[in-house]
């Protein structure tokens, strides 16, 4: 596998990680006992850290992005390992 595709991986992982991590550890105004602005939406988070959730993303993406990799290497799961449908040809012998 070429550096450049792992790459590319890697970022659809972190995408991926990065929409997973958004709603952990996020509290609300209410929640935090906080005063809210007139006009703000009741679910606004009361302190929003996108470095954190960068960081976190980050770290998930790598183990992600690892274990397909070393998946990649080694030949753990296949496509026949998850094919539970089977093959166009084999539709017709059943009657």
């Known amino acids: 596998m070429q550096w450049t595709s792992i790459l590319a991986i890697y ?8 929409f997973l991590m ?3 550890g996020m509290r609300t105004h209410d929640e935090a006992g906080i005063d809210k602005i007139p006009g703000q939406a009741d ?14 993303a980050t ?7 690892g274990l ?10 296949t496509v026949q390992d998850i094919d539970f449908i089977g093959t166009p040809e084999s539709f017709g012998e059943g009657g």
């Open 43 to 56: 679910s606004a988070p009361a302190d929003f850290r996108p470095g954190r959730v960068i960081l976190r």
């Open 22 to 24: 958004l709603p952990f």
């Open 11 to 18: 970022f659809l992982f972190w995408v991926l990680s990065a």
């Open 68 to 77: 397909f990799v070393a998946n990649y290497v080694n030949g753990w799961i």
């Open 59 to 65: 770290i998930l993406a790598a183990v992600l992005c």
